[in-house]
């Protein structure tokens, strides 16, 4: 087992939706083939990871994308000087049953994926 070492200055930006079944998949196809491609021009990008969450029996589902960023210089080179705004292009909310309007922000504290 690999042990928890500290984390590098890391911050993750994270944001939320929510989408039928066929959207989710949508909206995944959608950050893998045109969502990171781009991310990975930005200076300062460092990965990201899209959650899924079923959250009911009628199909709805939860989407959570976690992107890792080397300072808050990299995350307004992608989300301008406002870097709470979420940045969602019209293709990408036409898969979407709602999302939020903002991301949030946090430094990470541990990393254990080493």
């Known amino acids: 087992m690999t042990a928890m070492t ?3 200055e890391l911050t993750v930006r994270t944001w939320s939706a929510r989408a039928d079944a066929e959207g989710a998949g949508d909206y995944s196809r959608y950050f893998t083939g045109k969502l990171l491609p781009e991310l990975r021009k930005v200076p300062g990008f460092d990965g990201a990871y899209l959650l899924r969450r079923d959250l009911d029996v009628h199909g709805t589902v ?4 976690h992107t890792f960023w080397e300072s808050s210089a990299a995350i307004r080179a992608f989300a301008g ?11 990408a909310a036409a898969t979407l049953l709602d999302f939020d309007r903002t991301a949030t922000h946090r430094s990470v504290a541990a990393d254990a994926r080493d």
């Not at 939860?62 to 994308?65: D, F, H």
């Open 62 to 65: 939860e989407l959570t994308a």
């Open 81 to 91: 000087d406002d870097i709470t705004v979420a940045i969602v292009e019209p293709e």
């Open 6 to 8: 500290n984390a590098r």
